[in-house]
């Protein structure tokens, strides 16, 4: 089994030019898959908000929702660096409620390190949560958080002012004390600045692939998240597809009365049946 990773070890993977892999996961059997098969970091995002509770955003995303969702996922990959993202107004108020929110994540679900969205305007929430000595993960360009005041879902940083504003934040981030970097939907070319710029890791999500290593939303990859695919996924498998067959497989099986077989049912042991007979008729 491998051993779990830690912060110097996705330092040193950026130093040898080794790609660190990232997945979202919100439940027990999708970490155990994802330890399964290697995956270096794993983040409980407020995306469940949409993949899990089917939420329009990830506004309505609570606290205790991602503490649930952080805790299922450590039992399930107890050797997998994982990420608990903080949801929307769990850190916006205060440097103090940051901090103690951030506190939760490690204290009830243990947790390796936490996520939080935003560059220059975070600053002092990260390195208050940085002093107190949790490892922080900054988030910038598309930032769903707060994408009514970014026009939307859109891509950030395609012209040379915007990129320099996205680029201002990262370098913010970094100052502030954030251990690692994720940039979300930004083009390549200032994705590849920004990563060899900065001495932290920095990730991609929609961001190109010259920089440190690549995460998805699972529900993304494997094709169980229906209700749009954004332009930077790639789909590995189509479970919606093979779950949904598999249910109008069963309906007609148990509709046809070939579900359940004899092989399905459970039977009384020898000599039991007739005497359960006998009894019924006295």
């Known amino acids: 089994m491998a051993t779990k990773k830690a912060i110097h070890d996705f330092y040193q993977m950026k130093a040898d030019g080794k790609k660190v892999t990232w997945l979202t996961a919100y439940d027990f059997p999708t970490a155990q898959f994802a330890q399964n098969a290697g995956l270096d ?3 409980v995002g407020d995306s469940l908000g949409m993949c899990v509770y089917g939420y329009k955003g990830t506004i309505p995303v609570t606290m205790d929702q991602c503490i649930t969702h952080c805790d299922a996922v450590r039992r399930g990959a107890p050797d997998t660096f994982v990420v608990g993202d ?3 107004m769990s850190y916006q108020a205060s440097d ?5 929110n951030a506190g939760r994540f490690l204290k009830e679900a243990d947790v390796d390190a936490v ?3 935003g560059g220059t305007r975070v600053t002092s929430r ?3 949560i940085v002093e107190a000595g949790i490892v922080v993960i900054g988030h910038i360009g598309l930032t769903p958080q ?3 005041v970014l026009g939307g879902h859109k891509a950030q940083g395609r012209t040379a002012k915007d990129a320099a504003l996205v680029v201002e934040d990262a370098l913010a981030v970094q100052e502030a004390g954030a251990h690692l970097l994720l940039v979300e939907a930004v083009p390549p070319e200032v994705t590849e600045y920004i990563a060899k710029t900065l001495t932290i890791p920095v990730f991609s999500i929609g961001a190109g692939k010259e920089c440190d290593g690549q995460l998805l939303i699972v529900s993304d990859l494997i094709g169980q998240f229906q209700a749009f695919t954004p332009k930077f996924v790639k789909k590995y498998c189509d479970v919606a597809a093979i779950i949904t067959q598999a249910m109008r ?5 148990v509709r046809n ?4 077989e004899d092989q399905h049912c459970y039977h009384m042991i020898d000599g039991e049946k007739e005497k359960f007979m006998a009894d019924m008729a006295d």
């Open 257 to 260: 009365g070939n579900f359940p």
């Open 86 to 88: 903080m949801p929307f």
């Open 96 to 100: 103090q409620d940051a901090v103690y």
């Open 41 to 43: 970091m794993l983040l």
């Open 126 to 128: 990260i390195r208050a």
């Open 249 to 253: 497989e069963y309906c007609e099986d």
């Open 146 to 148: 707060s994408s009514g």
């Open 115 to 117: 996520k939080l969205e």
